[in-house]
Nanobody, 127 residues
Framework: QVQLVESGGGLVQAGGSLRLSCAAS????????MGWFRQAPGKEREFVGG????????YYTESVKGRFTISRDNAKNTVYLQMNSLRPEDTAVYYC????????????????????WGQGTQVSVSS
């Protein structure tokens, strides 16, 4: 069992930066592949980025490549999402999620792969 708590959201102007954190409890965190998703009002939840349990591989949706960076610190049971050059279209509730999925490289973008989810943190970007 893994419990996840996101923090770091807020209101920022376009072009600004935020760093989201996701703190995990549970002994299996270091073996979990982690994902960040977001959901804007009236839209489906979409994949933002993912990182393997070791941190050796990261994955991003096209719209955030070069602007967002996902990282993790297994000693602190925390995964991060550094968001730079934010745009109004990045406005959404951001969720972190965890999975012990073995074939992660083929499935990282699918919400159904992740059994554990945080409660979400709001990110609002003004123009």
């Amino acid at each position: 069992q893994v419990q996840l708590v996101e923090s770091g959201g807020g209101l920022v102007q376009a072009g600004g930066s935020l760093r989201l954190s996701c703190a995990a409890s549970g002994r299996t965190f270091s073996r979990c592949n982690m994902g960040w998703f977001r959901q804007a009002p009236g839209k489906e939840r979409e994949f933002v980025g993912g990182i393997t349990w070791s941190g050796s591989s990261t994955y991003y949706t096209e719209s955030v490549k070069g602007r967002f960076t996902i990282s993790r610190d297994n000693a602190k049971n925390t995964v991060y999402l550094q968001m730079n050059s934010l745009r109004p279209e990045d406005t959404a509730v951001y969720y972190c999620a965890a999975t012990l999925q073995i074939d992660y490289s083929s499935n990282y973008a699918w919400p159904r792969v992740y059994p554990y989810w945080g409660q979400g943190t709001q990110v609002s970007v003004s123009s």
